[in-house]
């Protein structure tokens, strides 16, 4: 889903699996040949619940080349995650992800750097 205002950006020859949610009301950006394996929500927004507001925080989401996104995770808005990462399934990602690196967990911490 986008919105208005939002953007969805996705490079070349990248693969998608059932059921990934990507939702964007700012910016979400995904370079080359990625893999997505299913039920994987991205989203570069929060609700804004804090007095009463209804409104949305928003961030940018940027997801660079090669990366692997395993069943199941969450990326969550202001994200970066750099080339060749690999996000373990049932990740939570709320920090930036170096490139060369495998995060796994509640919130996803760095388990392996190649």
């Not at 950006?9 to 995904?30: A, D, H, K, P, W």
């Not at 209804?54 to 990326?75: F, K, L, M, P």
């Not at 709320?94 to 190649?114: H, Q, R, S, Y």
Request: net charge neutral.
């Amino acid at each position: 889903m986008i919105s208005k205002k939002g953007n969805i950006e996705i490079g070349n020859n990248n693969f998608f699996n059932r059921n990934v949610s990507i939702t964007s009301l700012e910016r979400i950006l995904i370079g080359d040949n990625c893999k997505f394996a299913n039920n994987i929500v991205i989203v570069d927004h929060d609700h804004d619940y804090r007095n009463g507001n209804n409104g949305y925080i928003c961030r940018q989401v940027s997801i660079g080349d090669n990366v692997w996104i395993g069943a199941n995770a969450v990326i969550t808005k202001g994200v970066s995650i750099g080339n060749n990462a690999v996000v373990a399934a049932g990740a939570v990602v709320v920090d930036d992800i170096a490139e060369n690196t495998v995060v796994a967990g509640v919130p996803a911490t760095a388990v392996l750097k190649f």
